[in-house]
């Protein structure tokens, strides 16, 4: 009785693993991402953002740039002074902006500063990486040299260089420095990004798959879109789950220093900037964002870490 019962489990584990092999290598991964908790409430924490961004008008319980006309700012109803406000659960700002309202739009900011850029710099970078890595030669010269001048320069100084010189230009003052925002985190992130795709072509140029393609006759541009890019993906998935987070903090940084989105649109940076003078008095009005922008980083980290080991294939068991 106890062989056949060990037969049996012996049979089962190998129906398991023919089954897990018969899955893609996407379903695979994505089998994979969602055993992985941290990664799982990365992505819960990530809607839940989204959807707040969206419905912002819905769920935000005051207009963001309504001022109450009292003096003085409220704090958060936990903190149990006698300067709260049933009507502010989470306090005012010094203007007497509902905190509470403000954080829930600026959740907006944050959200299209997160991806829209992303989305730029993913497209520029893999288009250079990918016609460096295929043609190489001249053109991988030519595209090298000029990524490599871009790389040279300090990513934040150069950002915040190109942010303060076109700021009071008509382009700057689109969608209340938005557009700028996007442009300038698109100029100093497309590098990164090109030089990824170019190492991970130049492994698989040469692989059997490619070389069946030219035989073919595959046009070069079906050869990269078709067969190179897709087999290139993984780590470039991770790189944008990673890059996501640093535009945040990025657009986060420069509202902090005042350059940033145009006041009076809600940001998670421009919030701490305003706040911060009063902090010795009432410090939520930092925190409060603070704390917003480490959950939505700590989110898209875990998202990221899921990924990577999703997408590994010596994490397969």
């Known amino acids: 009785m106890a062989t056949a019962t060990t037969h049996a489990q012996e049979r089962a584990a190998e129906l398991n693993v023919l089954v897990r092999r018969q899955r893609s290598l996407w379903r695979d991964a994505g089998y994979r991402l969602m055993r992985n908790r941290a990664a799982v409430l990365g992505l819960a924490v990530i809607v839940a953002a989204a959807l707040m961004a969206v419905f912002a008008p819905v769920i935000a319980p005051y207009d963001p740039t309504l001022q109450n006309g009292k003096v003085g700012n409220f704090e958060p109803v936990w ?62 010269q030519v595209l090298m040299r000029i990524t490599d001048v871009v790389y040279a320069f300090p990513d934040f100084l150069f950002l915040l260089i190109i942010v303060a010189s076109f700021r009071n230009s008509a382009f700057g003052l689109l969608l209340d420095g938005l557009v700028l925002i996007f442009v300038a985190l698109a100029i100093v992130g497309w590098v990164g990004v090109a030089r990824l795709t170019r190492g991970q072509i130049l492994q698989l140029k040469e692989r059997e798959f490619t070389e069946a393609a030219r035989a073919i006759g595959a046009k070069p541009a079906r050869i990269m879109w078709r067969h190179l890019l897709p087999n290139a993906l993984a780590p470039l998935i991770v790189s944008a789950a990673f890059s996501v987070p640093g535009a945040i903090i990025g657009e986060a940084t420069l509202s902090f220093l005042g350059v940033g989105i145009r006041p009076p649109t809600a940001s998670w940076g421009a919030m701490i900037q305003q706040a911060f003078p009063s902090f010795s008095t009432n410090p939520w009005g930092v925190l409060l964002p603070a ?27």
């Open 79 to 140: 903190t149990g002074s006698k300067y709260t406000s049933p009507d502010y659960v989470l306090g005012t700002d010094v203007l007497g902006r509902d905190m509470l309202s403000r954080l829930i739009y600026a959740s907006r900011i944050s959200m299209v500063v997160g991806f829209t850029p992303t989305l730029v710099i993913f497209t520029l970078g893999i288009a250079v990486g990918l016609s460096s890595g295929y043609f190489g030669g001249l053109v991988d």
């Open 291 to 317: 704390v917003s922008i480490s959950i939505v980083m700590l989110a898209f980290t875990f998202v990221g870490d899921g990924l990577r080991d999703a997408l590994d294939p010596r994490m397969k068991t």
